[in-house]
């Protein structure tokens, strides 16, 4: 534990930061996770629908910093690459 005035400030900072960030990861987690049982049941329009929502919220936790931006792009590329094949597969 810390005893210093400002190590006590920065623990309090670094608590506050790890719950906001769990709470920012475990949503697009779950977001994704909306997003992949859709391609999973072949519903294409419901993941065009959802795609563009999924991706906001991964580049807005890139821009945030809670992720690297690369793994955003990671994420972003390999979602939109799946529902695209839907829509081949589909024609």
């Known amino acids: ?10 623990a309090r900072q670094n ?3 790890r719950i906001r960030n769990k ?3 475990s949503r697009m987690r779950n977001q994704i996770k909306t997003l992949r049982s859709a391609i999973q049941d ?3 329009e419901k993941a065009r629908d959802i795609l563009p929502k999924t ?10 910093g809670i992720i690297h931006k690369r793994n955003a792009a990671r994420k972003v590329s390999r979602l939109t ?6 829509q081949n597969q589909a024609h």
Do not use: P
């Open 23 to 25: 709470h920012y990861k």
């Open 15 to 17: 608590e506050e930061r």
């Open 55 to 64: 991706v906001s919220i991964i580049q807005r936790l890139a821009q945030k």
């Open 42 to 44: 072949g519903n294409t």
């Open 81 to 86: 690459r799946a529902v695209n094949a839907m």
């Open 1 to 10: 534990m810390a005893h210093h005035k400002d190590a006590i400030k920065r």
